[in-house]
């Protein structure tokens, strides 16, 4: 690929492939800084993050972010992390639900009978 595409050795070539949320990148002899746990995490991690949400604008301008990062030497950033603040449910629980079922139906039943 280098090759046909007359690139050097200190360039880099990324892939992104949208549908299933992956990323490649390959890059020259001559790019000491990346290494292949580096790119299979961007690729596997970073690239995925938002990908799978049909987020691919923002998932590429986070793995060039993380790219620019570790080729200028400022060390890399990691894949992003994911942070749940909240993990409880929002309904009830089916016991819950049972037990509160005759007091709404109370509250129907007295609805209707003042209705008519």
Known sequence: LFQKWNLGEKDVVVVLANKIA????????????????M????GEETYPFKA???QYSS???DVSNRIVSILSNKGD?????????????NFKSAKATE?????????IIILLVVAF
């Open 59 to 61: 998932a590429a301008l």
């Open 77 to 89: 950033p990691g894949p992003p992390t994911l942070i749940r603040e909240n993990s409880s449910s």
């Open 99 to 107: 037990q509160q079922r005759s007091k709404y139906v109370a509250i």
């Open 22 to 37: 992956r990323a490649g990148i390959f890059y020259g002899n001559g790019v000491t800084s990346l290494t292949k746990e």
């Open 52 to 54: 799978k949400e049909e």
């Open 39 to 42: 790119t299979k995490s961007i």
